[in-house]
């Protein structure tokens, strides 16, 4: 059936015995009776909800990203993520899809750190993982490639990973999609765009939204609010998503964009672009930032010092850089531990 930290299980019993509950009953529902398997959507931009999931879909998705990286039944996946998202789950059938061997830890931010295993052919990880094993170089010697999902992958890090000859890509895809449909190659000199996977193409609707064509699915087409550029029907640079849009003084300004690049001048906090109303610009710019020190829930709100104005004014345009902060004591998050943007 499946290959679950060096033993080969053969029924379900043995999955149980050598993996995590979750991870036991995902593989008891996708080798089970049925066509669909329950999914939830993370909940990062509206309410999570159910989703059922074609297990043909699945297979498609799952053959499509081991074609592209060369997995096969001599390959080793490590998933150090919950089998109760997307990403986990996708891990586990391209290891069942494949022949694989998939090695299980159990969701931390510090991933590898107790592996004594084989060299990794794929691995799966989300941006808060990779802080660990940046400090820790010498684990990532056993990866051979790595994907990349669950949330923007500051610049630093970025230029970090492709400096050390990591082979890493940023992945683009929803649960509606099982997993990714475009990836695109971390590198250390220039962003590269989303390139399609398989048949896949890409449009744009009238908003400047994505619109997915995947002939890959039973779904063919889906219509997403990601504000993208398109470069042609394979290729496309994300923007951000169209529910963030700030329109400020008339101009339309992303946050996403402006994250990607205040990461190099705020790299130990976490923090977020967000508006508030303002009676001169309809929508004023602001900075919220992460004060664990502050009691949880509790926001103070201020002008930002001149000297930072200045600082951010060198690498943002002059009508995107906040002039106000918002000092929160804790995060809002999903539960798949994505920043619920509000303040």
Sequence with gaps: MINVNGVMCHDINDVRENASEAFARFVEEYVGDGDYVIAHTSGSTGTPKEVGLKKSDMKASARLTNEFFGINNGSVLYLPLSPTYIAGKMMIVRAIEAGATIYEEAPSNEPLSDYNGPDIDLMAVVPSQLGFLIN???????VKSMIIGGGQLPVRVE???ADRGVNAYKTYGMTE???HVA?????????LPFEALGETTFECDERGCLVINA?????????????????????????????NVINTGGIKVFPEEIEAKLATIIPHTRFFITSRQSD????????????????????KEGEIKPDFVERMKKILPAYAVPRRYAAIGKFKETNSGKVIRSI
């Design 159 to 161: 230029h970090w990973l």
């Design 280 to 299: 001169k610009w309809g929508e004023e710019i602001v900075l919220a930032l992460e004060y664990p020190a502050l009691p949880a829930g509790e926001i």
């Design 215 to 243: 002939p890959q699915f039973s779904t063919k087409r889906y219509v997403t609010n990601d504000i993208v550029k398109l470069v042609d029907p394979g290729r496309f640079y994300w923007l951000g998503r169209i529910d």
């Design 183 to 191: 990836l695109s190659k971390v590198s250390a000199t220039e962003c």
């Design 136 to 142: 820790s170089p010498g684990l990532l010697e056993k």
């Design 177 to 179: 999609t099982c997993s």
